[in-house]
C-alpha cells in the first residue's frame, strides 16, 4: 500500500477524535480512540470534480532513534499548518504546549517524564519562548542562545548522567543465572503514567536487563550488541542534536494544540497517523498487540510463521529494543520498505536460548479486494411481515458498494416492509463512503455542502449506486453519542431530507475533514482540519451533532466535539436541497409488538416507528423546525 506524497485533496472524516498511539504519558485523549481515516476518497475541488491523486511512495523502515526536525523546517511547517487549518487558528496556550512537548520528548520514561529527570522544570521556564520561537522565527534549534539549544544542552548533561547508571546496571546483569534473565527479559520494565520511577533506576534496570540477556543466549556470537538498545534509550548526542529532537517533540506538541485533530509525525512514524483509519481495519499486519521489553517486544495476534508470545528482536533488520511506540506501530505493517516480498523476524520463542530467524510473506501491492461482503443484518418479525436492520459499524472505503450488495440481497426474498440503519458507536470514517450511502436512498441528491480557509463553498452531491438499486421504502436511522462525523453525515443528510427519522440520542458533533499530507519541508507528514460541512438543510453540525426526533435509551458521551478545546467552531451553511425530492414514506402501523430483536432496543425503535399516535406528531413538529 503506497503512501501519497503529496495529497492535494484527499480528505477523511476522522471519526472520534484524537489520535493517541503513544506511550500513557503522550498528551491525553479526552475522547476514546476510534478508526480516524487518513486517507479516504477524494474531496471535490472547487468545481466539484475529484483532484488527482499524485505519486505513491512506500513506508520509510524506521531508522530507531529519537525525531529529529531542524530549526528552518519547524518554521516551514508550522507555518504551512496555520495557513491551511479550515478555520484561523486560535492562539496555542503555552502551558499546555510545554506539557505536550515534555510528553511528547520522553518515549520512554528517561528524558523528561520521570520524577529526578531535570528537562521537564527547565523546560518549564524556557516553554513561552520555545512557542515564540516556533511562530515568530526567533533563535531556535541550533542557535546558540535559543530556547531548544539550551534545552538540549539539559538533555546532553542529564543522559550523559543516565549513561553512568546504565553501565552499573551492565556489570550488575553479569551476576544473574540465566533462567533469571529470560524471564526479566519478558518483563515490561516501563510504567504508564504518571512515571514514578527515577530515570536513573529505569536506566541501571535496563543496562542489568539487556546485559544478562545477551549473557544468557545460546549462540557463538550475541545476535545483537549492547550499543543498539544503549543507542536508542541514551543516544550520544551534542546539544545541538538534542536541541532539534527538542524541536520534533515541540512541533508534534504544536500542531496537535493548533488543531485538535491534527497530527504531525516524521516519515518513519508516519504510519501512526493512518492506524486508526476505517479502510485500514483487518489490513495485515505482523501483529496487533505487543509489550515493550529492554530486549524487544512480546507479541500476540500474529502473522504466521509468528507465534503468540514471542519476544520479537529484529524486523527487517532493525533492533525492536528502545524504539518508540510510533516506530513500532510502522514496522508492523506488512508492506514492502523497497520492494521486498518477504520480512525477516529475529525472534527467541518461549523455552529456547537461541533465537531463530523467520520471514513473513509481505502483501502483494496491488492485492485484489475482492466483491465486498454484505453488512450485518437482521430480520425482525413486523406486523404480517419483516423488517431489516443493517448495522454500520464504520465508515470504511468499501461501505457503498457493501450496501449496494446488501440493498440486492435484501430483496431476493420477500421485501422488508422497511429498513432501519444501524448507526450506533458508529465513528466515522471516508467522505466518499458516507456520500454513497446516502446516494442509496437519494441518489444525485445534494447531499455536502463544505467551506475552506478562504470561505469558498462546494456541494457535492451523493452518487447513484452503480447497480442502480435504490431503497425507495420506510428508512430509518439509529444513532448514540458516539455517532460521529460521516456517520453523522448520513445520518444528517436522510433527516434533512426528511428521507429517514433519527431515533436515539443526540450525537457526537463533529462536522469537520481532515486532510493528509506531505509537509513543505519534506520532514514527514500532517493531517489538518481543512474543511467545515454543514447538513443540506443548512443547520451546522460541528458542536452541535443531530438530535434526533425519537429518543431512546442509548449510549450518551461525556465528552463530545464542543468539550474538546480548540476544535473549529460551527458553521452553518446554505440550503442546498433539492425541493423537488419527496419525503420518505410513512412507516406502516405496527398493531401488535414486534420481535423478537436481539437487543431490546431495537425493539424500541420499531415499536415507536410503527405508533401512529407517537410517532406522527413528533415527527411533524421535528420536520417543520428543518424546514
Keep these: 500500500m503506497g503512501r501519497p506524497l503529496r495529497l492535494l485533496g484527499v480528505a477523511a472524516l476522522v471519526g472520534v477524535p484524537w489520535l493517541v498511539l503513544a506511550l500513557p504519558w503522550r498528551p491525553p485523549s479526552p475522547a476514546p480512540s476510534s478508526r480516524a481515516s487518513a ?194 534509550y541514551l543516544p550520544r548526542l551534542s546539544a545541538a542534536a538534542w536541541a532539534e529532537v527538542v524541536l520534533g517533540a ?75 511506540l510510533e516506530q513500532l506501530e510502522q514496522l508492523t505493517q506488512l508492506e514492502s520498505f523497497g520492494g521486498e516480498t518477504l520480512r525477516p523476524v529475529r525472534l527467541l520463542r518461549k523455552g529456547e536460548r537461541r533465537p531463530r530467524l523467520v520471514e513473513v510473506p509481505l502483501s502483494p501491492p496491488s492485492e485484489p479486494l475482492g466483491a465486498p461482503l454484505a453488512l450485518p443484518t437482521e430480520r425482525i418479525r413486523y406486523g404480517a411481515g419483516e423488517v431489516a436492520v443493517v448495522k454500520l459499524e464504520q465508515v470504511s472505503d468499501d461501505l457503498g458498494e457493501a450496501l449496494d450488495e446488501t440493498l440486492t440481497q435484501l430483496r431476493q426474498g420477500p421485501e422488508p416492509r422497511g429498513l432501519l440503519l444501524d448507526l450506533r458507536g458508529n465513528a466515522g470514517g471516508s467522505t466518499a463512503a458516507a456520500t454513497a450511502v446516502v446516494g442509496a436512498f437519494l441518489p444525485d441528491a445534494p447531499c455536502l455542502p463544505t467551506i475552506d480557509r478562504e470561505g469558498r463553498v462546494v456541494v457535492e452531491r451523493c452518487p447513484a449506486p452503480a447497480s442502480g438499486v435504490v431503497w425507495r421504502g420506510p428508512l430509518a436511522v439509529l444513532v448514540d453519542g458516539a455517532t460521529a462525523s460521516a456517520a453523522e453525515l448520513i445520518a ?96 406502516p402501523d405496527l398493531g401488535q409488538p414486534p420481535g423478537p430483536c436481539r437487543e431490546p432496543v431495537v425493539c424500541q425503535a420499531l415499536r415507536r416507528l410503527g405508533d401512529p399516535h407517537e410517532r406522527r406528531p413528533r415527527l411533524s413538529r421535528a420536520r417543520q423546525a428543518a424546514k
Design 39 to 232: 486517507s479516504a476518497a477524494p474531496a471535490p475541488s472547487p468545481a466539484g470534480e475529484p483532484e488527482p491523486e499524485g505519486p505513491t511512495r512506500a513506508l520509510a523502515l524506521p531508522r530507531g532513534g529519537p525525531s529529529r526536525v531542524s530549526c528552518r523546517a519547524v518554521r516551514r511547517i508550522v507555518a504551512q499548518a496555520r495557513a491551511q487549518l479550515a478555520q484561523e487558528p486560535q492562539p496555542v496556550p503555552a502551558p499546555a504546549f510545554v506539557e505536550a512537548t515534555a510528553a511528547w520528548l520522553d518515549p520512554h520514561g528517561l528524558w523528561s517524564a520521570a520524577p529526578d529527570a531535570p528537562v521537564r522544570a527547565r523546560l518549564r521556564r524556557l516553554g513561552p519562548s520555545l512557542l515564540a520561537s516556533l511562530e515568530q522565527g526567533e533563535a531556535c534549534g541550533g542557535d546558540a542562545g535559543g530556547p531548544a539549544f539550551e534545552l538540549g544542552g539539559v538533555l546532553r548533561e542529564w543522559v550523559d548522567a543516565l549513561r553512568v547508571e546504565w553501565q552499573r546496571g551492565v556489570e550488575a546483569g553479569a551476576r544473574l543465572g540465566a533462567v533469571e534473565a529470560l524471564r526479566l527479559a519478558r518483563e515490561r520494565p516501563f510504567e504508564d503514567d504518571p512515571v514514578q520511577r527515577p530515570a536513573r533506576r529505569l536506566a541501571h534496570l535496563l543496562g542489568e536487563r539487556t546485559a544478562a540477556f545477551e549473557r544468557s543466549l545460546d549462540v557463538p556470537e550475541a545476535p545483537h550488541a549492547l550499543d543498539a538498545p544503549a543507542e536508542r
Design 492 to 587: 444528517g443528510a436522510l433527516a434533512s431530507y426528511q428521507r429517514a427519522p433519527l431515533l436515539g440520542a443526540p450525537t457526537f458533533g463533529k462536522g469537520c475533514i481532515q486532510e493528509t499530507f506531505d509537509d513543505a519541508a519534506g520532514a514527514g507528514v500532517l493531517r489538518l482540519t481543512t474543511l467545515i460541512f454543514a447538513l443540506p438543510d443548512g443547520r451546522a453540525l460541528q458542536r452541535v451533532g443531530l438530535r434526533p426526533e425519537l429518543s431512546l435509551p442509548v449510549q450518551l458521551l461525556r465528552e463530545r466535539e464542543a468539550t474538546a478545546p480548540g476544535s473549529p467552531l460551527a458553521w452553518a451553511g446554505p440550503d442546498i436541497r433539492d425541493r423537488r425530492r419527496p419525503s420518505g414514506p410513512a412507516w
Design 250 to 324: 515541540a512541533l508534534r506538541a504544536y500542531v496537535s494544540l493548533l488543531d485538535v485533530h491534527g497530527a504531525w509525525a516524521p516519515l518513519d512514524e508516519e504510519s501512526a497517523l493512518y492506524a486508526d483509519d476505517p479502510s485500514l481495519l483487518g489490513a495485515p499486519r505482523l501483529w496487533e498487540r505487543h509489550s515493550r521489553t529492554a530486549v524487544g517486544v512480546v507479541v500476540e495476534g500474529v502473522a504466521p510463521p509468528l507465534e503468540e508470545g514471542d519476544l520479537v528482536l529484529e524486523v527487517g533488520g532493525v533492533a525492536t529494543a528502545g524504539l518508540s
